[in-house]
């Protein structure tokens, strides 16, 4: 009964709504109510004429500013407010309404059909209760109209009495940092995420601390979300999300049997307490017991359409045979693999369904973004697994899966190990072909190299020392290092804590008068850190007077709390000496420097006065 109640109360009541909007009077409302409202109402004339005042009531009329015309509710024995002319309690007072009438209904459905000008002035009157702001918000959002959605959901939480906001504002808000994600208002997130710790009620800054952790994970800024996740497990020890975060920072930070530990506490903690359901608590017990399968199979399983494929794709990956062999020359000195006939009309037929044109003067980057197609070239790459015999195939693979999963340490095992093996093979071959470099810009060794980088990317945050041993091996190949794979492999070097071939490397660099000016910064601060770690302050701070001459920002940005972010422009490489530049060290970087017992103080103290 509830039900068919709500159907027909929304049925009457959007009715009601443009018999109003005719010319906002209250003669005009019950003259509709006597006419048509009755069929909306299974044909009950007394139950029409006694709704539409409540309605009336709660509508909000543009000619008063958006404010509404509340009607005087009359006694028993005064003439009734249907204008009928009986007493009300021969008239609407008789009538007992089906169900309840939310009080914020009128001016929701006002919402959802305001448009433009008049729009934007209902927001800006504050008037709109912020249950109506909630609703309409959240079924613009759920009907597309993104725009719209964001227009409405930012007025709930600009008006809003903080103090005041419903529970069911976690969802409106977590849409509306959404949709600044998707659209690009970045400066708006940050300020709506800051508005809510600085003010918003126990269980939002609990939610925004939560999401303030997941967007530094995003961004690789791992000291900020460890920052963000510790202040989050403060205001909301309790919350479920602590668990699935934390085990994804520590898999971020490379930690997968604290992971694992960490995972099976939270699962005896919250299992005691009793109140989650069922699917939560096999979640947090599928977590306990390997959280990198189970983070990974989540995202799979959130995919929606390419869910099937993606398995499809890592049940290929783990029945993937040998590497067969390539064209390996060695001509004038150097090393170059040239694509065979056969590996020409693989990838040609591969192209057909992918269609993305890898750029050919950068390192990892497409003409066109290849998810949107995914749904096509996916399935057509799993009926025909021989297409990965081209290695101009595996370097489109690994470039498309490293710009979408490239971020997730989980991943890593089942997406991109495979693939490196492949490539680990042809490698061989060519590390075989005789003593001699394998230089980017001859013959088709671009497609090795770049597959490589790729794969390196891909495996640098879940597969670290896979990661690193594939770039080593192609820093041996190409001693050009025209990947700047270099300091890549210094801060993984810091990060397993192998100190003395983190300096050897970093000095190794420091000699290469052909080094890329853009990976100095990184190079430098490396060779300080080494030389910290290894007790050799004197050193350090030679080099880091280098380091600060190289770039006046980083120690400031280093010795900040919570410095004002600085992005590179359009998200590119940082000019070097930037500000950028140095925030990207920060972001990257900081974490080790961090949990190195006495270096960040050590470091401040080196500042200039």
């Not at 303030?212 to 202040?231: E, K």
């Not at 397993?496 to 100095?520: H, I």
Request: aromatic share 6%; with cysteine; glycine share 6%.
């Amino acid at each position: 009964m509830l039900a068919v109640w709500v159907e027909q109360l929304l049925g009457f009541a959007s009715g009601a709504l443009a018999a109003i909007r005719e010319d906002e009077r209250y003669p005009t409302l019950m003259a509709w109510a006597r006419r048509e409202g009755p069929e909306l109402v299974d044909g009950d004339l007394a139950l029409a004429q006694a709704l539409a005042p409540e309605l009336w009531s709660q509508t909000p009329l543009e000619r008063l500013d958006f404010a509404c015309e509340p009607l005087a509710r009359p006694g028993r024995n005064e003439p009734c407010w249907c204008d009928s002319g009986r007493k009300t309690k021969q008239c609407c007072g008789a009538v007992s309404l089906p169900g309840h009438v939310p009080t914020h209904l009128m001016w929701m459905l006002s919402l959802r059909e305001w448009k433009g000008g008049t729009l934007k002035a209902a927001l800006a009157s504050g008037r709109a209760p912020a249950q109506a702001l909630l609703e309409a918000g959240l079924i613009a959002a759920e009907s597309g109209q993104r725009g719209r959605a964001q227009q409405i959901l930012e007025s709930l939480f600009e008006n809003a009495d903080w103090s005041r906001l419903p529970e069911q504002a976690e969802p409106a808000f977590e849409i509306l940092v959404d949709l600044y994600q998707e659209r690009g208002f970045h400066r708006k997130r940050e300020a709506l995420l800051d508005a809510v710790l600085d003010r918003g009620p126990l269980f939002l800054r609990g939610v925004a601390l939560e999401r303030l952790c997941l967007l530094h994970l995003d961004n690789d800024d791992l000291d900020s979300a460890r920052a963000a996740f510790v202040r989050a497990q403060q205001t909301l020890p309790d919350s479920p999300t602590l668990a699935y975060i934390e085990a994804m920072l520590l898999l971020h930070e490379g930690h997968e049997e604290e992971a694992a530990e960490r995972s099976r506490f939270w699962y005896r903690r919250l299992a005691r307490q009793g109140d989650l359901e069922p699917e939560q608590l096999q979640f947090l017990a599928d977590l306990a017991e390997n959280p990198g399968a189970t983070l990974a199979e989540q995202l799979l399983n959130a995919e929606a359409d390419l869910a099937e494929p993606l398995m499809s794709l890592q049940a290929l990956f783990d029945a993937l045979s040998e590497a067969p062999r390539l064209d390996i020359r060695q001509e004038n000195g150097t090393l170059s693999y040239h694509s065979s006939a056969r590996e020409d009309t693989l990838f040609a037929a591969f192209q057909a369904v992918f269609q993305s044109q890898v750029e050919g003067r950068t390192l990892m980057g497409f003409d066109t973004d290849p998810w949107p197609q995914a749904g096509d070239w996916l399935p057509a790459l799993c009926a025909h697994p021989e297409w990965l015999d081209s290695p101009a195939v595996v370097q489109s693979l690994a470039l498309a899966l490293t710009s979408r999963f490239g971020s997730l340490p989980w991943m890593a095992p089942s997406l991109f190990e495979p693939l490196a093996r492949r490539l680990e093979g042809w490698l061989a071959q060519v590390d075989g072909a005789g003593d001699a470099p394998l230089l980017w810009e001859v013959a088709d060794n671009a497609s090795l190299l770049r597959a490589g980088l790729a794969l390196v990317v891909g495996m640098e945050r879940g597969a670290r020392q896979h990661s690193r041993e594939l770039a080593e091996t192609l820093l041996t190949l190409d001693d050009q290092d025209s990947l700047g794979l270099r300091e890549l492999v210094l801060d993984q070097l810091l990060r397993e804590g192998r100190d003395s071939e983190a300096l050897a490397l970093s000095e190794q660099a420091a000699a290469d008068e052909q080094a890329d000016p853009s990976s100095l910064l990184g190079m430098l601060m490396g060779r300080v850190l080494a030389l910290y770690r290894l007790d050799r302050p004197d050193e350090a701070g030679h080099a880091l007077a280098m380091a600060h001459q190289q770039n006046p920002y980083v120690l400031t940005l280093l010795c900040t709390e919570s410095p004002r972010p600085a992005p590179a422009a359009s998200g590119g490489e940082a000019e070097p000496g930037s500000r950028a530049e140095a925030w990207q060290y920060r972001t990257l970087m900081r974490d080790q420097w961090r949990i190195t017992p006495g270096a960040l103080e050590w470091l401040c103290e080196q500042r200039p006065g």
